[in-house]
């Protein structure tokens, strides 16, 4: 049965439509199966690593690993673009960068995104970040040795000390720590009751204090503000005794000036030997001070 010409042009035109299709998805790199926007991770090395495997940062799955892609630097050096593809809503850094990791020895590997300080930028979609290359093998295993080589080590040395002369030291030492143990636990039952009449009249004179206190507790404050009130009168006495003598010290004052000016304590001594004189003189001869006539 032969096909006509408008049968033909559609069947062009719907090959035609698909293609373009194809095209324009590998072109823009769209997620048919969501949304998102992808980032690239240069890699030197992404061995163990493949495509759908998980992008996590902080512990969360933020993403796809969507491509791998084997291809040379500036230099011709090789190295490997990963491709990802990172949810919606996520925003990654600038400044962050890939690693590829594993969770666990069994476990495939992922990429994990290290965030780097927040700057208040972020990376933009079709950015290129800088990744690093998954620990070697042979390095773990190199380190892996380095540690069996200690645990061996450290084994070796406690083999050592539970040698015969030490574990014989050893069980001697745990012997006596028995003994002492036994020891202070027989002392302490022989003398439980004389332990327990001890604690009792702890608790009978705390018990007599507190039955004295209670009753004279307003009068007990009652004397503590008291003598706060003399202490503070006490300073204020003292405050006004160190004024006074500071005074005498520096001569203000009459006192001061007595006591600081020999030539008024000198005259001051003069005047009070005169007075006793005239005192004496005047109870020996009275008439010589008094006019008295007798009628």
């Given amino acids: ?5 408008e049968a033909k042009v559609g069947m062009f035109v719907f090959t035609a439509i698909i293609m373009l299709g194809i095209l324009v998805l590998g072109v823009a790199d769209i997620n048919i ?8 991770a240069l890699f030197p ?15 969360m799955k933020i993403g796809t690993v969507q491509k791998i892609k084997l291809e040379n630097d500036d230099k011709g050096n090789p190295r490997v673009r990963v491709s990802l593809r990172i949810n919606d809503g996520v925003k990654i850094p600038k400044g962050s960068i890939a690693l590829i990791t594993v969770s666990s020895l069994l476990s495939e590997r992922y990429v994990e995104i290290t965030p780097a ?21 042979a390095t773990l295993l190199s380190e892996t040795g380095g540690m069996m080589g200690d645990i061996k080590e ?9 040698s015969e002369e030490n574990k014989e030291r050893v069980e001697n030492t745990l012997k006596d720590l028995e003994k002492s143990t036994g020891d202070l636990s027989d002392v302490i039952s022989s003398r439980k009751s004389a332990i327990a009449g ?57 006192l001061g000036k007595l006591v600081n000016d020999p030539t008024l304590y000198d005259n001051l001594n003069e005047t009070i030997k005169n007075a006793n004189k005239l005192i004496t003189d005047f109870q020996e001869r009275p008439t010589r001070y008094l006019d008295l006539s007798i009628f």
Avoid: C, W
């Avoid at 049965?1 to 010409?5: G, K």
């Avoid at 972020?122 to 950015?127: E, L, Q, R, T």
């Avoid at 450290?154 to 539970?162: D, P, Q, S």
């Fill in 1 to 5: 049965m032969a096909i006509s010409a």
């Fill in 198 to 254: 001890t604690i009792d009249k702890a608790h009978s004179i705390t018990t007599t204090v507190d039955n004295i206190l209670s009753p004279n507790e307003e009068r007990l404050k009652k004397t503590i503000s008291d003598l706060s009130v003399v202490v503070e009168d006490l300073r204020t006495v003292t405050t006004d005794l160190k004024s006074i003598t500071t005074k005498i010290d520096t001569g203000q004052g009459t």
């Fill in 33 to 40: 199966r969501g949304g998102g926007y992808k980032i690239d």
């Fill in 154 to 162: 450290t084994l070796n040395k406690v083999r050592g000390f539970l």
């Fill in 45 to 59: 090395s992404a061995a163990g690593l493949e495509e759908s495997a998980d992008v996590s940062m902080a512990g």
């Fill in 117 to 137: 300080p927040s700057s208040g930028e972020f990376i933009k979609p079709g950015s290129v970040i800088e990744g690093k290359p998954p620990a070697d093998f």
